[in-house]
């Protein structure tokens, strides 16, 4: 009989081969960035959200659905405009004059991968419905509450550069996202490659799954079991406490922050082959799971990202990190 250990073994094998095959099939269409499909699947795997914060063109819309193609679940796209209302992401109840009852009608929401496209350009009451969804992964209509499907992803998109019409998006809501990350233009070399890839058709078109939404949810609870040592989850608490003490912030890292990076960092681990967490994973972690969740104070105040990015830096330099 097989002892604990080496089914776990058994187990990560078949894990590290169906992140391989993720990777190498969502490549082919977005070429060139290994590191952004490296975050999108430590969100996925983590049961996190991501939001990508980036100009038009460089594959925002195309990441999301080649992971939702590469896992064979269900997608919805919705384009957030400022006259978007909750119900149009949630659904409603609509009356049936044949059977006198209000029949629900789901919204886009109930899809494994949801594209919130330009999430910032609608009414902060438009960008609230999103909250229940992200947090319980069910959302309530008329008192009645609804599960999502699962496994069960946001994919939001804002443009950095352009402010007109838009509604910035508020702390509760930003920490919702487990990551932020631009996904950047590619080099030349690559960018020839999608040129040239693209000219007949669009690789998207001949995309075939190479995973199940069983092997997500599978891996989803692995990543609880990858071990953590408690000289990491320390340094974790070290830079959230350095955080809130840190003259330039208003607010520092809350405890849904550590958690995330104590989550993020085993979906990393995992990511990568490993069933342990080591330093380099956290600090590799660090920017884009807690620059956005901290607040810095009016004196400091440029852009927030980039000033949030600037902080936990400053913050990584103080901490030592354990060996």
Known sequence: ???????????????????????????????????????????????????????????????????????????????????????????????????????????PIFANILLADEVNRTTPRTQSALLEAMNDFQVSVDGITHALPSPFMVIATQNPIEFAGTYPLPESQLDRFLLRLSIGYPDKEHEREILYEQKLRHPLETLDFVATAADVMTIQKSVREVRVEESIAGYILALAEKSREHKKLLAGISPRGSLMLFRAAQSYALVNGRDFVVPDDVKRLAVPVLAHRVIEKATYDKQQVEAGRQVIEEILETIPVPV
């Open 1 to 107: 009989m097989q002892t604990r250990v080496e089914r776990w073994l058994m187990d990560l094998d078949e894990i590290k081969e169906t992140v391989s095959k993720l990777k190498e099939n969502i490549n082919k269409v977005i070429i060139g960035k290994t590191g952004a499909i490296e975050m999108l699947l430590v969100a996925l795997f983590a049961r996190g959200h991501l939001l990508i914060e980036d100009v038009p063109g460089v594959g925002k819309t195309t990441l999301a659905r080649a992971l939702a193609k590469s896992i064979n679940c269900s997608f919805q796209r919705v384009q957030f405009t400022p006259d978007l209302l909750p119900s149009d992401i949630l659904g409603v109840s609509v009356y049936d004059a044949k059977t006198q009852e209000f029949t629900f009608k789901q919204g």
